[in-house]
């Protein structure tokens, strides 16, 4: 993966969206139907909100009508903002700093999309596994960086011939099928 990844890079631009006249009913069976936990109230184009299930939640035990009330009586702030040009790092500072799980993407001023925290985890978890691999490592015993990642060689060869017995669980090399379980010796003898 390329070292600057963008917002631009990992976002979906679909996301689900509401007026804030729209009824809380209508708008979780809009979540229901679409399988998203937030939906973006906007005004026009323009994001004005956010409804998410916890907001729906909290409707139905404040007592609220849902088949009556308007999502504006029911939706939270709009989350924070952040442009399609912006590093992904940056997304993951703002969604680490302020209690959000997604950012509203705008690209030249214009509201384009909704920025999950998924998106950013699984951007920052594949950039970072593959630096893993790349990054020299520190020798133990001396300090020295060792850069040939012959560490990762001798461990993945050391536990690619064991595997884990599904009756005692112990981490063995040979394994007997035996009425649809992988079993170790010691467990077929039993």
Known sequence: MRENVTVRDIIGMEYVGVSESDTVQAATELMLEEETDTIVV????DPVGMLTC????A???DGGDA???????????????????ADVDEAAGIMFSEPTSHLLVFDEGEFVGLLTEREVMAATSSRSVENDYDAPLADENDGELVADGSDYETEAEEFSTQSICEVCGSL????SNMNGQLICADCREV
């Open 172 to 175: 063995v090399r040979d394994l």
């Open 67 to 85: 088949a009556e009330r308007p999502v504006s009586e029911a939706m939270s702030e709009p989350a924070p903002r952040i442009t399609t040009l």
């Open 59 to 61: 409707t139905l035990v």
């Open 54 to 57: 916890h907001d729906a939640l």
């Open 42 to 45: 906007l005004r026009g184009r």
